[in-house]
């Protein structure tokens, strides 16, 4: 190994690189990390190098498509990692993966564009630069792992390699952002971007420009501000609204870019010092529930790739240890190939920061945490007859965040390592995942999600559809494990009579009796429709006819890819491990279940299920119930008929009650 790839292995904070190497092919826990790696390196000795073409270039602009471009891109880049990495620990006289390696690095050079098309202005008329210019998420991504290779590998890459990484990144990355006009957009955005794209340009910065160098100077000035915005995107209680898969991005490089920086200029120690990034470290903590399935609210799935080490190298900076087994992901794993994470696995892993889900305490919270910037509630208990954990995730928040999904109200279920109901999580990405009209892709559309439809109108897109706490607790009650989540999401519907509606959850788990409940109170206040003459009918028919002429139906919705066992009187998922029944009142509620063939994030097929409840009789009793709870309140209420009549309103209350079981095992 060179020195000059040792000594600048500190850059990264390893003391010794080639001693760091030997100790991971010698742990078991890497071997089917190594021999992954040692397979595609052998691969990419004998076949060619991916090109990207022009018919694969324009699929996006002419068709929407993003597949055939990126599977060639990312391809290219998993490539030049895994011959990297097996280059690390060959001697070198043995040249074949290096040249191979420098063959690649050379093709990255020739690109049109580090850019993916879906990024790049759609018209030459939008542009306000060359397109070799543009700097998004994957040109800063690459502009990074190019600085760090030429680092790792000086002396040993041909010189010619070197100073062409150099030519070019000074040409597509230093040059624009040398102009202090016009700022790229990601510069001040509150998400991921600002932090991937201020990462891989901050790291390009520090180790290919000299330190005498005023634009050196000027474009980490510009890195460190847009990680300012980046953080600002984040409350204090370190939630990412994004979701976990954008934590791991958005965070993770964040985290990759400060620790270089701080090497290099400690005085800015503090980008990692503090307590809201600690809160920020506990967040994949928070989210997981059990057997490596998190709540995949927003654009995240339930099962991400955690970089082991981003999370070790967060718990050194911030003494946090996580629930997780101790994993090292397979490159193949990771639909991007990132370099970042790969080369950081290798150098920063550490085991000790993993521990079982029983050894961690969560936020010193009986059962769970409430996450109040963000409005999520996550509770988790183990049932201690059948030593399983079940949970509750909900989701306030509003429907313009970002990678929004319309999902005000919405809810999982967990239970012995699976998400029962559950949360279609990220869709496909397509150009018409982030067009205007989004909202009608089922894993945007509340109808993708475990909220009701009133009226056939579905939650609204925007700001000002927002949902505010009523109230929020978690605690526990002898053997019993208890939280209350009282939501009002009335501004996310647009229904023109809609003038409150509420959701209620009240999950208990009891340890005496192994198993949890969950009920669900949704209360729906209309304005009386005016052409209904409230003196047609006596009192008593005024209570039933007229109500039910003017009350907007409700259908209750939830998603599962369990399919549902419908009976008499329950619906029933049976997961591997755990059952969830729904108790229904027969005549009062329909049920249909509508199978929905879809296809997940990474395009593989999926099938969904969606159960739908309609109340056709629910009306004259939650107007009785409304009344019964006014006449406790109110000493001098009005008899029921007189409020049923003599008031504006109409209040119906749905009532629906869980039941999570384990499910005895058959050993």
């Given at each position: 190994?060179?020195?000059?790839?040792?000594?600048?292995?500190?850059?990264?904070?390893i003391d010794d690189l080639e001693k760091r190497v030997q100790h991971t092919l010698s742990n078991s826990n890497y071997a089917a990390w190594w021999t992954d790696l040692q397979h595609l390196a052998n691969e990419a000795l004998i076949l060619p190098i991916p090109v990207l073409s022009f018919e694969a270039f324009r699929e996006f602009a002419d068709h929407g498509g993003r597949e055939q471009y990126q599977q060639l891109y990312f391809e290219k880049r998993g490539r030049i990692g895994a011959l990297a990495i097996i280059s690390l620990h060959t001697t070198d006289e043995s040249t074949s993966y290096i040249e191979a390696l420098e063959e690649t690095l050379w093709d990255i050079c020739n690109e049109y564009t580090w850019c993916l098309p879906a990024h790049l202005p759609q018209s030459n008329q939008h542009a306000q630069r060359p397109v070799w210019e543009e700097i998004d998420l994957f040109a800063a991504e690459t502009a990074g792992m190019l600085a760090e290779l030429s680092t790792l590998f000086r002396g040993r890459l041909d010189d010619r390699i070197i100073e062409r990484i150099e030519s070019e990144v000074q040409r597509r990355i230093f040059k624009p952002l040398s102009e202090p006009n016009p700022l790229f957009s990601w510069e001040t955005a509150d998400h991921n971007w600002s932090a991937v794209c201020g990462s891989g340009c901050g790291i390009a910065a520090l180790l290919l420009l000299k330190q005498d160098d005023l634009r050196r100077v000027q474009i980490l000035e510009r890195m460190i501000q847009a990680m300012s915005h980046f953080l600002s995107g984040y409350g204090e209680d370190g939630g990412c609204a994004e979701g976990l898969g954008y934590w791991v991005y958005g965070f993770g490089y964040y985290t990759y870019f400060a620790d270089m920086l701080i090497r290099v200029e400690p005085q800015y120690e503090h980008l990692l010092?503090?307590?809201?990034?600690?809160?920020?470290?506990?967040?994949?903590e928070h989210l997981h529930l059990s057997d490596g399935i998190f709540v995949n609210f927003s654009d995240s799935d339930e099962q991400e790739i955690l970089p082991p080490g981003l999370l070790s190298q967060l718990g050194k900076w911030t003494g946090h240890e996580y629930s997780l087994p101790f994993q090292i992901n397979l490159l193949i794993d990771d639909p991007c190939r990132r370099w970042a994470h790969l080369i950081r696995n290798l150098l920063w892993s550490d085991e000790s920061y993993f521990a079982s889900y029983d050894s961690v305490e969560v936020d010193g919270q009986e059962g769970g945490v409430y996450l109040p910037d963000l409005n999520w509630m996550i509770c988790k208990s183990n049932l201690s007859k059948s030593d399983m954990t079940i949970a509750l995730a909900t989701k306030g928040g509003h429907n313009d965040e970002p990678h929004n999904?319309?999902?005000?109200g919405s809810f999982i279920v967990h239970g012995g390592g699976e998400n029962i109901l559950s949360d279609l999580g990220a869709g496909l990405y397509t150009q018409a995942y982030f067009a205007p009209d989004r909202e009608q892709i089922l894993n945007i559309s509340s109808a993708g999600h475990s909220v009701p439809q009133i009226d056939g109108q579905e939650q609204q897109s925007g700001r000002e559809a927002e949902s505010h706490v009523l109230k929020q607790r978690i605690w526990r009650e002898g053997q019993t494990d208890r939280a209350i989540w009282k939501l009002d999401i009335t501004k996310a519907y647009a229904h023109p009579t809609l003038q409150q509606y509420t959701r209620d959850l009240y999950w208990s788990v009891s340890q005496d009796q192994a198993e949890a409940t969950l009920q669900l109170i949704d209360r729906f206040t209309f304005n009386r429709q005016p052409q209904v003459e409230k003196n047609r009918f006596s009192a008593q028919e005024s209570s039933t006819h007229s109500l039910d002429q003017v009350t907007p139906p409700i259908v209750e919705r939830f998603m599962s890819t369990i399919e549902p066992i419908i009976e008499?009187?329950?619906?029933?998922?049976?997961g591997n491990k755990a059952e969830v029944c729904l108790k229904l009142a027969q005549a009062q509620e329909k049920v249909t279940v509508e199978v929905i063939q879809h296809v997940d994030h990474h395009g593989a097929a999926i099938v969904l299920y969606r159960t739908s409840?309609?109340?056709?009789?629910?009306?004259?009793?939650?107007?009785?119930?409304q009344s019964i709870q006014q006449k406790s309140i109110t000493a001098n209420s009005p008899s029921l008929e007189d409020i049923s009549h003599s008031e504006h309103t109409i209040t119906v209350v749905i009532d629906l009650s869980f039941v999570i079981t384990s499910i005895p095992s058959l050993a």
């Open positions: 190994m060179n020195i000059s790839t040792k000594s600048s292995a500190l850059l990264w904070g010092r503090s307590t809201k990034i600690a809160q920020m470290a506990a967040f994949p999904h319309n999902d005000l008499a009187d329950t619906v029933r998922w049976i409840i309609q109340h056709v009789a629910s009306i004259e009793q939650g107007i009785q119930e």
